[in-house]
């Protein structure tokens, strides 16, 4: 060694190392490992040629060719439903701190709308038009949707019914007077099929009593066929009175969520073709496969201990505003992610979006809010992807948002999808052009979207079909959560969807998120450059890369010493 003769201790020290290299290799690394570190989209792909098929099912690996996974879709209709629902109620998204909707609270006058739409009083004859509006918008949805064909019903007062689950997880008098209920309305029901139905939702931690599965399959979305008609009895009056019913606002935002996910969950083949493929693993495998798929679709036990649960309310929330004050500075190298994306140092679609921003900030704001990257914020406090979901109390989550918006992060965060959606139609626009002119490489680049040159010009011109457009403003979504991270239930380990370990998880997220995509990507496309051009072509990814985090990282950095200098400063003691 240029350093000397090896040591005894220099020799040992090596071997520990050499062993440790061998262990955490991704061949001899022990499945226990494997889960804690593993998140559920690669624990999936883990299992073969079968379980990357499942995996993409759920998840599309950025930067790659395959189909978009149903987690993605649905975050971008449900958020796309949820703007209009916002709109109808006249949500304020504007950074008013006089306004109610700040501070993720509704108006007397929303509250009114929704009170109102949620009555049994038939939509023909209510007497608020915004809640006759409403009603005719949930609607339009079932239509949209294709909710008759999977079994929902429409009644004359259709507004969606949700269980409050975690309620009744939490609080067994809760429990019992929803079981006392269902015994009174159902006096042929025997008291152990009401337990089990009751312990049936808490389980699965889905409350929305209009989804009914198709099978009684546990890969399947909605309440167990035999347990459905037992709640059907009750109404939402009789629910309320005992605290078992979720407001308005919250089941309305469920309901969208629950009814995206059963759409599109069977639009790719729904349980037979999960079934289909999970019966060529192994039963190991299998069992692993469903606690996975359980964990990314939200089906997972409640915390049901009162004591843990306001313990996990409250560290949450700790965690949140002593911890994430400077957020938003150390988010400044977020805006790479757009460039990165591009996979180009070509400044004229960074300028042009800037410019358009400028120019006409309410279009490109509209255009990110219609594909569903964006939405009207105060509407947005309670819905969160499956896995998440109440890992926060209602309070708690109202505190949060309020600290994100006064922190600026929300704001910022609403300006980079904003910006990565310009970016992403620049995108589209500049590769169609070149795929018209028979560039391969940008053909091969608007297939990573699924769309085609003639997708994007048909929308371009405002002559898309229906379908078209669906697919091309799919596309965009898809480049916009490629670009700007929003971390999902596949993003994670299997674990960490658990609201147990929510404390444990909370500020890693991110990091996980921004792993398995922008630098995933950045690892697909190396790999791509490598087999087709050599290693000079391998490195330009991470070169790029490289060019444009360091100097924003530095850049934040900077802004961040700077501000804790100047508030201590300025801030006495």
Known sequence: SILGPETFTDKQLRKVQDKAIKLLSLENMPNWVKRILYTSDGR??????????????????????????ILLSRNRLTQKHVTKVAEILNVNDNFDLTDPNFYSTLTPSQNAILAEAESDTPTADLTNPKAKELRKYLEQMYDELGLKELGVKIRADFFPRVIAIYDIAGDENIRKALVNLLVEKNPEAKLGEINKAVDSLTEKGSGSLDFESKTNDPLDVGILKSYKPLFDKLTREELRSINAIETPEVALKKYIDKAVTRSEFEKRGGVAYLRELMEQLTPEQQAEAQRIQDGMMGRIKPITNGVLKMANNIGLVLNIVTLLAFTVIASIPDLA??????????????????????????????LAKEIGVVGVDAMSTFFINAGEVDF??????????????????????????????????????????????GDQTSVSYLQELQVTAADVDAWASGKASPEVKAKVEEGLARFVDESIVRPNSAERPNWANDPRYALIWQLKSFYYAYGKTIVGGALRDAKGGAKNGGIAAAAMPFAMMALMLLPLTMLGWEIREWTKAGLAWALPG
Do not use: C
């Not at 883990?46 to 189909?67: H, L, N, T």
């Not at 992610?337 to 509209?366: A, C, H, W």
């Open 44 to 69: 999936l792909r883990d299992m073969g040629p079968v379980g990357v098929a499942i995996a993409d099912f759920y998840y599309s690996q950025s930067r790659s060719k395959s189909k978009t996974g």
């Open 392 to 437: 926060l109390s209602q309070g708690g989550q109202k505190v949060s948002n309020t600290f994100f918006r006064v922190t600026g992060l929300e704001m910022f965060t609403r300006f980079t999808r904003v910006f990565a959606t310009g970016m992403g139609k620049q995108f589209l626009l500049d590769h169609a052009k070149k795929a018209n002119n």
């Open 337 to 366: 992610g757009p460039v990165l994306r591009s996979r180009s140092l070509d400044t004229r679609p960074i300028f042009n979006t800037i410019k358009d921003m400028i120019k006409n900030p309410e279009e490109g704001r509209q």
